[in-house]
């Protein structure tokens, strides 16, 4: 199963984000174990990486980022992206960069904590609990 992770799914786990930390863990982990592919995108890496800096460091962001990456993949912003994000029109045009990345791996889900911005996807939208919820009813 793949799935899709917005950028506030993986700052939940790397700034022990409460309440939100233990489900989007719970993703990660179940990543960590290849029960899903996890995905997340280029321009999210960015993101991250400044955010990170800020608190602990650039050597220590660096460490961070490469564990992450032993668990998700990284797909790429190119022009098709851009484009298909674009023909969206979405308010937020970022929230549909990741979307059409979504779309990009054929993800199953796309997992945010911000559902409403998402309304617009053609990949199903689930918050990290419902993800958990879910997986945890496919499981048995």
Known sequence: MKVFLDTNVILDVLANREPFVSDSAAVLSLAESRKVEGFVAA????TLFYLLRREIGG????????????????????????????????DDFEDAVQASCA?????????????????????PVLSPAEFVALYGRVAE
């Open 59 to 90: 050597a220590k962001a660096r460490n961070v980022l490469m564990d992450l990456f032993r668990v998700v993949e990284i797909v790429a912003v190119d022009q098709d992206r851009i484009y298909q994000a674009m023909a969206m029109d979405w």
């Open 103 to 123: 779309a990009k791996v054929e993800a199953e889900y796309l997992l945010t904590r911000d559902q409403g911005d998402f309304r617009g996807s053609h990949v």
């Open 43 to 46: 321009h999210a890496v960015t």
